[in-house]
C-alpha cells in the first residue's frame, strides 16, 4: 500500500510539473499574440470612458506600460499573475479574477451537465454497438453517432431553440435564469430549467467519439481469449459484459472522457453565445471583440489549467484503477 501511493505521488509530481511547463509557454504565447495585435488597447479602452486628453492618454499608456518594450511588458505581468493579480477588465470595469469566478461557476455546471450526459450516453451506447456489432442496433446508432460528430455546433444549437424554445415552448429562451429575477430568488429548478438545452447541445456534439471508440474497445474485448473460453463455459450476451467486458472498456472510456474537458469548453463557447448563457465561454467573445486583453490572457491561463487538471485527475485515476499504467510511469 504504501508502495502504491508513493507512485502514486510520483505520478502526481510529473503530471504538475509539466502541467506548470505548459502553462508558461502558454503565457509567453498568449502574450506575443496579443502584443502582435494591431487594435490598441488603450484606444479601446478610451472608446469606452469617452473622450479624453492627450496628456491622459499618456498617462494611461505609462500606467499600463504600452510604451516599455515586450519582454519588460511581460515580466511585469508575469510577476502580478504570480501574486493572483490577474489585472483589471477593461470591458467590465473589475478584476479579472473576479468576473472569472463568477463566470466559471456557471460555465461549471454548463460543462459539467454535458460532461455527465455525453459519458453516460456515449459509453452506453458504445456497449449496445460491441456487443450487438454488425447487427441493426450497431448500424443505426453508428450512423447517428457519424451524423451528431460532423454537425456543427452552432447549427444544432439554433435547431433545438428553434424546436424547443420557439415552437414548443419547453425551455427558455436563454440565459441562466429567468430575466427580471434577483439571483438570491432564483430556485435551483429554474436554474436547470435554463440548463437544459445549453448541456443537451453540448452533449450530444461530443458523446459520438466516446461511443465510437468504446465500440472498438469492446470488440476487441469480446473476440479476446477470456471471453472466448466465457463462452466455451456456457456465458453469452450481457452477462459477458458485466462479467467479463465492464472493467476493461471502461478505463480508456475514462480517459477518453476526462480528455473530452478541452473540447467542450471549445464548443461551450458557442454554445453560451446561441443561448445568451452567462459564462466563460460568452466572456472571452465579448473580450475579444472588445479588446479586453487582461481578460482575454486570464480566461486563455484559466482554461489551460482547467484542462491540464482534467487531463492529471484522468491519468491519476487511470493508474489507481489499472496498476500496470503506474509501471509505465517508472
Known amino acids: 500500500m504504501r508502495n502504491t501511493a508513493g507512485r502514486i505521488g510520483l505520478l502526481f509530481l510529473k503530471n504538475s510539473v509539466r502541467m506548470l511547463s505548459l502553462l508558461f509557454a502558454v503565457s509567453i504565447i498568449s502574450f ?17 470612458i469617452g473622450p479624453v486628453s492627450e496628456e491622459q492618454r499618456a ?11 515586450p519582454v519588460t511588458r511581460y515580466i511585469y505581468w508575469l510577476r502580478a499573475l504570480l501574486r493572483g493579480d490577474l489585472g483589471i477588465s477593461l470591458l467590465y470595469r473589475r478584476p479579472v479574477i473576479e468576473i472569472i469566478v463568477e463566470r466559471f461557476q456557471n460555465s461549471l455546471a454548463l460543462m459539467l451537465c454535458a460532461w455527465i450526459f455525453s459519458g453516460i450516453i456515449g459509453f452506453s451506447l458504445g456497449c449496445i454497438m460491441g456487443v450487438y456489432r454488425g447487427q441493426w442496433q450497431d448500424k443505426v446508432i ?5 451524423l451528431l ?37 432564483v430556485s ?22 466516446i461511443a465510437l471508440h468504446t465500440r472498438q474497445k469492446m470488440i ?3 473476440n479476446s481469449a477470456y471471453i472466448l473460453f466465457a463462452r466455451a463455459r456456457g456465458e453469452s450476451g450481457w452477462t459477458l459484459f458485466f462479467r467479463h467486458g465492464l472493467r476493461n472498456t471502461i478505463l480508456p472510456a475514462l480517459t477518453l472522457q476526462f480528455a473530452s474537458f478541452a473540447e467542450l469548453f471549445g464548443g461551450s463557447v458557442l454554445a453560451e453565445n446561441i443561448f445568451s448563457y452567462p459564462g466563460l465561454g460568452s466572456a472571452v467573445s465579448a473580450a475579444g471583440l472588445n479588446s479586453d486583453v ?3 490572457l486570464g480566461i486563455t491561463l484559466f482554461s489551460t489549467l482547467f484542462v491540464c487538471v482534467g487531463n492529471m485527475i484522468a491519468n491519476l485515476l487511470y493508474g489507481v484503477i489499472d496498476p500496470k499504467m503506474r509501471d509505465c510511469e517508472k
Not at 59 to 69: A, L, S
Not at 168 to 173: N, T
Not at 188 to 209: D, E, G, K, M, Y
Open 294 to 296: 487582461p481578460l482575454l
Open 32 to 48: 506575443v499574440l496579443v502584443s502582435a495585435s494591431p487594435i490598441d488597447p488603450v484606444q479601446q479602452y478610451i472608446m469606452g
Open 149 to 185: 460528430s460532423s454537425v456543427p455546433i452552432f447549427w444544432l444549437g439554433l435547431v433545438l431553440l428553434l424546436v424547443f424554445s420557439v415552437k414548443l415552448g419547453w425551455f427558455p429562451i436563454g440565459f441562466s435564469m429567468p430575466i427580471g429575477m434577483l439571483d438570491s430568488e
Open 142 to 146: 453508428r450512423k447517428c453517432c457519424y
Open 59 to 69: 498617462e494611461i499608456t505609462t500606467y499600463w506600460g504600452i510604451d516599455k518594450p
Open 188 to 209: 435551483i429548478w429554474q436554474r436547470l430549467h435554463h440548463l437544459v438545452l445549453p448541456a443537451l447541445t453540448l452533449s450530444l456534439t461530443s458523446f459520438s467519439n
Open 220 to 222: 476487441d474485448v469480446m
